[in-house]
């Protein structure tokens, strides 16, 4: 690692791939490691400024039934609020693992809030991938087959929207996350140095998967 910037890696996923519990996994035998870094519950000052930073995008598009809509906004800014608080955190640690990060944003804006042919918010897509292809070294993309992701959410104590639902709800669910989240890691790649690893956890006992997890994030510290 060069000039002492963290190496920052998001781990991303369909629902019960086994992000969250990889990366708990990893921060608790390396304490070089930064986890439990999401898009939730961040500090509401940082919240608040990239509020004020997408003030010029909120009034030249206006919040409406066709235009930006709460829940849009609200993730919007907590991307700009995460790209805060990485920035410092990275001054502190080795590696920061995003458990819900860029990769995660830009794809749920995608799935649930798709945007056709709007200027301003493909204005602010971009320069959104602009900021992060900066920041963000490595895409970790975590995947089992459907059936397993089927079985975890509904087993899981957590709850989730598709839970309750047919298997062919939820493997639609998971195929519309993986297309969208292919669609972010493509922007990424083009804007800046972002690198992909694939890992499965179809079979994996948990602690195998983190130790193949490390192996590549030492790697990557070791050679960034």
């Not at 004020?52 to 907590?78: D, F, H, K």
């Not at 991938?129 to 895409?139: H, Q, R, S």
């Not at 047919?166 to 890691?185: N, Q």
């Amino acid at each position: 690692m060069s000039g002492g910037r963290a190496v920052i890696v998001e781990l991303v996923g369909p629902a019960g791939a086994g992000k969250s519990t990889l990366a708990q996994g990893v921060s608790a035998v390396d304490s070089t490691v930064r986890g439990g870094l999401t898009l939730w519950g961040l500090p509401c000052a940082r919240l608040v400024e990239s509020a004020v930073a997408l003030l010029p995008t909120i009034l030249n598009v206006g919040i409406g039934r066709s235009r930006l809509r709460w829940g849009e906004l609200a993730q919007m800014i907590r991307l700009g609020a995460l790209r805060r608080v990485v920035g410092q955190e990275a001054r502190k640690h080795r590696v920061i693992i995003l458990d819900e990060g860029p990769v995660f944003a830009l794809s749920w804006l995608d799935v649930f809030f798709k945007r056709n042919g709007e200027r301003v918010p493909a204005a602010w897509r971009r320069r959104a991938v602009a900021e992060w292809a900066t920041l963000l070294d490595v895409v970790v993309f975590i995947d089992a087959s459907d059936l397993t992701l089927a079985h975890r959410i509904r087993a899981r104590p957590k709850s989730h929207m598709v839970k309750d639902r047919p298997d062919s709800e939820i493997f639609g669910f998971s195929a519309g996350f993986r297309r969208a989240f292919e669609r972010a890691i493509g922007e990424l790649k083009r804007a800046g140095h972002v690198v992909v690893e694939a890992l499965s956890t179809e079979d994996d006992p948990q602690d195998r998967s983190a130790a193949q997890l490390m192996a590549a994030l030492k790697h990557r510290r070791n050679g960034h």
